[in-house]
């Protein structure tokens, strides 16, 4: 063929501008793709097919003239188009890779602020668990003044007791003393009067009133030998009953004050765990992930295992030993109203009439049956 001119390689030149210009190159016109890399990737890939037509019509040209210069110059666009067809191709996997750690990073993040959240709801929890401890230790330091108030009023009580006790005891030897005295004088007017009884039966020979008269005397001694009897024994009897009945109200005050003290363990760590899980529901709500953290789930668990601890308390081991614990104090109670019973029964009204003792021990009766059953509900979590 003709060689290439002059005329040619500026017909080239308008031709590549032209193009160019076409493409959008110099005017940086976007391509619409999945993001700006893949823009500037279309937008090279036009740009090199157009270098790609340009440089060929030049090899031909230059060809024309010289055909190993031509040569040449096509196996240098041949290498240049497969270096920049691996450009992309690199850029593409850079980029996936910078995706894959961009979205690592932000997963790590998000872990990072729920790791934090958590740890700062604990160290609230923590806080609070605190402020109750400290509440606890000041009702127990104002418990322990006001024992200690107690025990120097109650001893200050004693003292004056034991004056009472003091004045009682020397009230009881003076009465003692008088009725030594009344008792001698009457025994002193019975010798007298029985003396002078004999010798009017023998002056008049009353056989028949003698015969009374020792009987009387006989009776007389049978029925003080059975008040003393009867006396002695309601002594023992209510002395007894003072002790039982002062073993059973401290037995019963106790296990009372356990189950109060239980119960208000209970509730304290119901209120704190009820706390946690509305703040854990906050959390799920405002949550954008829709799902616990591994912090939070940790915490739940914590929860249901106080909860566990807290409802072992009303059943095996714990709930046996308080329910033998009040069948005792039942069977101490039993026993001493069936003594107060018994002598209650020693003293009936001549009439038969129930006496007011009778009506206040059936009441007393009737109270405590209640407290049992009360009792019984509440070691059984069932209040």
């Known amino acids: 063929r003709k060689p290439s001119g002059r005329l040619e390689v500026m017909q080239l030149m308008e031709v590549m501008d032209s193009m160019l210009e076409k493409a959008g190159v110099d005017k940086l016109i976007r391509v619409t793709g999945p993001s700006q890399l893949h823009d500037s990737l279309e937008l090279m890939r036009a740009e090199q097919n157009i270098y790609n037509i340009v440089f060929h019509e030049l090899i031909r040209q230059v060809s024309v003239d010289c055909v190993e210069r031509g040569q040449l110059l096509s196996k240098l666009r041949q290498r240049y188009v497969s270096l ?26 998000e872990e990072l602020i729920h790791f934090k959240d958590s740890v700062r709801q604990l160290a609230s929890e923590l806080c609070e668990v605190r402020e109750h401890d400290f509440k606890v230790t000041k009702k127990a330091e104002k418990a322990e003044e006001e024992l200690a108030a107690a025990i120097l009023e109650a001893e200050a009580k004693a003292d004056l007791l034991k004056e009472y006790r003091d004045l009682y005891e020397l009230q009881r030897r003076r009465l003692e003393e008088q009725v030594v005295l009344l008792a001698q004088e009457r025994d002193i007017w019975t010798s007298a009067a029985y003396g002078l009884a004999l010798k009017i039966i023998e002056r008049n020979k009353l056989t028949l009133v003698h015969k009374l008269h020792v009987s009387g005397r006989s009776l007389i001694n049978i029925l003080k030998h059975f008040i003393v009897l009867l006396s002695s024994k309601d002594t023992g009897d209510l002395a007894d009953l003072q002790d039982e009945t002062n073993q059973f109200s401290g037995r019963l005050g106790q296990f009372g004050a356990e189950i109060e003290h239980s119960e208000e363990s209970s509730q304290a760590k119901l209120q704190i765990v009820c706390s946690r899980l509305n703040k854990h529901l906050q959390c799920f709500q405002c949550s954008d992930s829709g799902g616990p953290t591994f912090g939070g789930t940790v915490s739940l668990l914590l929860l249901f295992q106080v909860l566990r601890e807290d409802l072992e308390q009303y059943g095996g081991e714990v709930h046996l030993g308080k329910s033998e614990s ?6 101490l109670q039993e026993h001493w109203m069936e ?9 009936w009204h001549l009439d038969g009439v129930l006496s007011p003792q009778h009506i206040a021990l059936g009441e007393i009766k009737q109270s405590a049956h209640e407290l049992y059953q009360q009792y019984n509900r509440r070691i059984s979590g069932n209040n």
Do not use: C, D, F, W
């Not at 593409?92 to 997963?107: D, E, G, P, S, V």
């Not at 009040?326 to 069977?331: G, K, P, T, V, Y």
């Not at 003594?339 to 003293?347: A, D, I, Y």
């Open 339 to 347: 003594l107060g019973q018994t002598v209650l029964n020693r003293h």
């Open 84 to 109: 920049l067809e691996r450009i992309p191709e690199q850029m593409k996997t850079l980029y996936k890779k910078m995706m894959a750690q961009q979205l690592i990073n932000r997963h790590i993040t």
């Open 326 to 331: 009040l069948r005792s104090i039942a069977s």
